[in-house]
Structure formats: structure tokens, C-alpha cells
């Protein structure tokens, strides 16, 4: 009963330590989103900066060319070639409107990713503070289990010292095929873990029986402990119960 309550807590400690990876996954998955949303503030500036300097460059082109349709009228005879000129500068000057118009969009635009890129920034600075915060705190829960781990794989060993071998190797076989744990408690002439009612005769030979054979449940084939509380049980804070009753299997 001792070494079941070592394994019980063994078995805490270790599915704590199993959730240490996720935990950090979790908290490295918040950071990396927040820098994520970040780039993707500065890439849509960055594109926004391009397409404005590429209206920029748009209408200084139709303002050119409006200037040399404009030197040309100077020089024509005719009705319908200045008529011709007069309407390759509207169109001109229409583009120049609509490349006016996609620059002052643009502009809102950048306006616009400039707060969502501080907006970002801010965010992933608290999101790295909050990291800091339970990456350290993960840390010394980390080194915490591992101290518990070592001192109960030491006080396991201890326990495992004072059982005979062949009792050990029973239990351990036990335990590794039932979730660690070996022992199970008679309630109400019950097994314990597996709740299948323990035969009549069983409960007799177990309640008469003072030594240390070993019973088992017929269906889950765990040991089985039955008796009162007594000054022994005090080493198993876990499972306050003793004396093994016992039939050899
Ligand atoms: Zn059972």
C-alpha cells in the first residue's frame, strides 16, 4: 500500500510533466500570432507605399502628356485636328483624376495601417511581457516536478526494497497493465476499481485469512485489500486502510 501510494503520486508528477510541452507551445503560439499580425500590418503599409508611388508616377505621366498636347494645339491648322488634341487631353486629364483618386485611397489606407501597426506593436509587447511571465513560471513549476520526480523515484526504490521480489514483480505486472494502479480496496464486498461484487466464499477465506497470501478481483485481477484502518496505515496518507488479506494466485 505504501508503494502504491509512491506510484499514485509518481503518476501526478509525471502527467503534470507530460502537459509542460503543450503549456509552452501554447504561450510561444501567442507570441508568434502577435508578431504575425504585426508583419502583416507592416506588409500592407509597405504595399500601400508601392501602389502610391506608382499613382504618383501615373499622374505626373497624363500631366505630361497633357502639356505636350497642349504645346501641339499651338501648332495645328485644322478644326478637327485641334478637336482630336482637345480630346487626348480630357482623356488625359480624366486619368489624372481617377490616379488622384487611388493616391488620396491609398493615402487613407496608410493612415490606416500606420494605427494597426502600432496597434500591433503594442500588443505584441504585452503578449511577450505576459510570455516572460509564465514562460519563468512554467520554469519553476518544471523544476519543481522534477525535484518531486526524483524524490519519489528515490522513496519508490526505498519502499521497493523492503517488498520480496517476487511480490514486486507481481504488483509491478500489475500496475503496468492496469493504469499503476495495482491495489484495489474491497467496499461493500466490491472490488474497489472495477466495482465487480467479490464472491461469498472469497469475501470468507479474505476476512479469515491473516497472512500474507494474496488475493485478486476475478475480473480485473487486482490485488485486493480489505480490514479497518489500523496504526500501520499511516504510511499511506493516499489509501488510510491496511492488511492485505491474502490468497496466493
Ligand atoms: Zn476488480
Do not use: W
Not at 484502518?229 to 489509501?239: D, L, R
Amino acid at each position: 500500500m505504501e508503494l502504491q501510494s509512491v506510484d499514485t503520486r509518481l503518476q501526478a508528477v509525471r502527467a503534470r510533466m507530460a502537459e509542460f510541452p503543450k503549456k509552452t507551445a501554447e504561450i510561444e503560439a501567442r507570441v508568434s500570432g502577435a508578431k504575425a499580425e504585426l508583419d502583416a500590418a507592416k506588409a500592407a503599409q509597405l504595399a500601400t507605399v508601392k501602389d502610391r508611388k506608382k499613382y504618383e508616377l501615373d499622374v505626373e505621366q497624363h500631366k505630361d502628356r497633357v502639356r505636350k498636347y497642349k504645346d501641339q494645339t499651338s501648332q495645328v491648322k485644322t478644326n478637327e485636328a485641334y478637336k482630336a488634341l482637345q480630346h487626348e487631353v480630357e482623356m488625359a486629364e480624366a486619368e489624372i483624376a481617377k490616379a488622384e483618386d487611388r493616391l488620396l485611397e491609398q493615402m487613407v489606407n496608410g493612415e490606416e495601417y500606420d494605427r494597426r501597426i502600432k496597434a500591433s506593436d503594442k500588443l505584441l509587447k504585452e503578449v511577450e511581457e505576459v510570455a516572460r511571465g509564465l514562460r519563468s513560471k512554467l520554469d519553476s513549476e518544471k523544476s519543481e516536478a522534477e525535484k518531486e520526480l526524483a524524490q519519489l523515484t528515490e522513496e519508490r526504490a526505498r519502499v521497493a526494497a523492503e517488498i520480496p521480489e517476487n511480490m514486486l514483480d507481481h504488483y509491478d505486472r500489475i500496475m503496468h497493465k492496469h493504469d499503476n494502479i495495482a491495489l484495489a480496496e474491497v467496499r461493500d464486498e466490491k472490488c474497489g476499481a472495477c466495482g465487480m461484487r467479490i464472491r461469498p466464499h472469497v469475501m470468507q477465506e479474505m476476512r479469515r485469512s491473516t497472512s500474507e497470501e494474496m488475493f485478486h478481483c476475478e475480473t480485473c485481477t487486482r490485488i485486493l485489500y480489505y480490514g479497518e484502518p489500523t496504526a500501520a496505515a499511516s504510511i499511506a496518507a493516499a489509501a488510510p486502510k491496511s492488511n492485505i488479506a491474502g490468497h496466493d494466485s
